[in-house]
Every structure is written in structure tokens, then in C-alpha cells.
């Protein structure tokens, strides 16, 4: 099974761009964040037409978003609210294989790594604590589940591209990936795409809008990750950030990252 989490930065804006990519790529199921599409709005037709006949997804206007498009039927669908907050940022289903994903949209965190005078940042730190209890409190880690999507924090210092230089940049501060560290603890998630890329080899699926040539100056960060449950151990046979898709007309600024189960 081949599944592809992707922050599309505005669906209906890259249709085209998720057209080829299910061109390029013939996945099984596709996890996206940052729709930002209403519920009635979605492209559902047109996703459709791309052999994704079985979706679903969690919107609002402008902001956030989240979903999952699938070629098989999807059962014992849902979503958490995260923080509190209805904001549309998690979505769950489970395949006709028992196989359990979840695609996740972590808040951002604004600009300032002081959750005393950015709320943002406070909302953040909230969400990612409840990621370490929510999961093992709801969920059995012996259980096939995926987790995936944009979780806004890249943990290692292989994940930036200057830790020295980002260690007080939101994203890489201490304090966000701690708690994500802990949130990966906490449940027993393994990172699938450390496992096929480890360590110290540097591992990006984010470039900035802001440079004139994102491959040439490689400022990049993993924000996007595939977290897999002890129940699919070994299972995890490939995995591959799409980098070219960055580099597409008007793209987003996340690049898809894709990985093949055993199941």
C-alpha cells in the first residue's frame, strides 16, 4: 500500500498539482493538511476522477483543513479537537485492511517562541502535550495505525538546516521538540522516515517562500512526518520526499512525502 501525506496549501488552488501527482505517483490513499476549503466546497468531484472515490475531510474557511482520499471504502472515520479548539486539524479513518491513519495538522506557532506574549505559540505547545496523552489514552499501540501529516516541528538537528542558527527559531526550539519528542515516546511511534533515512543525513520537506532559489540555497526544515505504531513494525518498506514537487508552478511550500507499506 502506497500513501502520501502532503500540506497542499489550498486545494482547489492545486488541483492541478495533486492531478500529477497521483499521475507520477499512483498512490492508495492520500492524507493532505492545509486544505483550506469549507466542507461544501471541497473538490470532491474532481478528487473523485482521480480514482479517489472514498474521502473525507474537515474544513474551514480559508485556514486549516485536513483530509483523506482513499481508492478503498473508509470506515470508523473521525477527528479529535485538538486543544480544544474545533479548528479542523485532525481527521481519522480506518481502511478495509484494519490499517488506522490519521492525518494531522499541528499549529504553526506564529513568530515568537514565547507562549507569554503569543498565543499562537501557547496553542501549539497545548496541542502537542495532547498528542502525548490523547493517542495512548484512545488508542492500542498493537493496533496498525499511521500518523501523518505537517506537524510544524522538526526535532533533530539533521531536520534544519543550521540547528546553531535555529535553535531559538520556531519549529526548532527545545521546548517544541521536546514535547513532540515526548508525544512519539509516549505512545511508542516509530519515525518511518528516520528508519529508511537516518540520521546524521539531512532530511528537509519544507523551503521557504522567501528565497529566490530554494534548492540552491537548501534552507530547509522537516516539518512533515510519518509516524507509524509498534503494530507496524518492520512494515515500512520505502519511503521518498518528493522534492521536485516544490519546484512545480506556483507550488506549496511542503514537499509530499511518500511511503510503501507491507500489509
Do not use: C
Not at 546553531?164 to 526550539?173: P, R
Not at 518511518?192 to 534552507?219: I, V
Amino acid at each position: 500500500m502506497r500513501i502520501i501525506t502532503w500540506n497542499i496549501n489550498s486545494i482547489r488552488l492545486r488541483i492541478d498539482h495533486l492531478r500529477r501527482l497521483v499521475d507520477e505517483t499512483d498512490p492508495d490513499v492520500i492524507l493532505l493538511q492545509e486544505t483550506k476549503v469549507q466542507d461544501h466546497q471541497f473538490p470532491e468531484e474532481a478528487v473523485n476522477e482521480l480514482g479517489f472515490t472514498h474521502t473525507k475531510f474537515r474544513g474551514m474557511k480559508s485556514y486549516n483543513g485536513v483530509a483523506i482520499l482513499s481508492k478503498q471504502t473508509l470506515s470508523d472515520t473521525g477527528g479529535h479537537d485538538w486543544a480544544g479548539r474545533d479548528d479542523a486539524r485532525h481527521i481519522f479513518a480506518t481502511l478495509p485492511n484494519g490499517l488506522e491513519v490519521h492525518s494531522l495538522y499541528v499549529p504553526a506557532g506564529g513568530d515568537e517562541p514565547d507562549p507569554t506574549i503569543n498565543d499562537k505559540f501557547q496553542h501549539k505547545l497545548d496541542f502537542v502535550s495532547e498528542m502525548k496523552s490523547w493517542f495512548p489514552a484512545n488508542r492500542d499501540p498493537k493496533a496498525p495505525i499511521l500518523l501523518a501529516g505537517d506537524l510544524n516541528i522538526a526535532p533533530l538537528e539533521s531536520d534544519v538546516w543550521s540547528h546553531k542558527q535555529l535553535l531559538k527559531i520556531v519549529s526548532h526550539t527545545p521546548i517544541e521538540t521536546d514535547g513532540l519528542n515526548a508525544a512519539q515516546a509516549a505512545f511508542g511511534w516509530q519515525d518511518a522516515m528516520r528508519t529508511h533515512t537516518p540520521e546524521p543525513t539531512p532530511l528537509y520537506t519544507w523551503w521557504s517562500y522567501r528565497a529566490k532559489d530554494w534548492r540552491a540555497a537548501n534552507r530547509g526544515r522537516r516539518l512533515d512526518h510519518i509516524w507509524v505504531s509498534p503494530g507496524l513494525d518492520g512494515k515500512v518498506r520505502t519511503m521518498q520526499v518528493l522534492e521536485d514537487a516544490r519546484g512545480w508552478e506556483k507550488p506549496s511550500d511542503h514537499a509530499p512525502v511518500l511511503v510503501d507499506l507491507d500489509l
